[in-house]
Nanobody
Framework: QVQLAESGGGSVQAGESLRLSCAASGSILRIHRMGWYRQSPGKQRELVATINSGGSTNYADSVKGRFTISRGDAKNTVYLQMNSLKPEDTAVYYC??????????????WGQGTLVTVSP
């Protein structure tokens, strides 16, 4: 019903930048919220940033001032601009969407994840 496709991960050095992209597709009536989560080895998945349909954003304290979440003009795409990257930002980043498909009830969808590696 709803699929998410992520891109933009990679390997960088500390202090550099990366931009992640996520596009939602399928029979979508409305997207309530999109966001990014991340998971490092041995740790639980954690929220990075979210943006809702009204444009309100929410960030983890650890990324405030360095990461910026935004939406594309079509509102089915979300971006995560990551600046001043640190080694502790190394993780698999997952796109997340909370959406209403044409066919039924609200559902939560996850992307397949994209790896971000930051070396010292």
């Amino acid at each position: 019903q709803v699929q998410l496709a992520e891109s933009g991960g990679g390997s960088v050095q500390a202090g550099e930048s990366l931009r992640l992209s996520c596009a939602a597709s399928g029979s979508i009536l409305r997207i309530h919220r999109m966001g990014w989560y991340r998971q490092s080895p041995g740790k639980q998945r954690e929220l990075v940033a979210t943006i809702n349909s009204g444009g309100s954003t929410n960030y983890a304290d650890s990324v405030k001032g360095r990461f910026t979440i935004s939406r594309g003009d079509a509102k089915n795409t979300v971006y995560l601009q990551m600046n001043s990257l640190k080694p502790e930002d190394t993780a698999v980043y997952y796109c997340n969407a909370y959406a209403l498909p044409y066919s039924g009830s609200n559902l939560e969808v996850w992307g397949q994840g994209t790896l971000v590696t930051v070396s010292p």
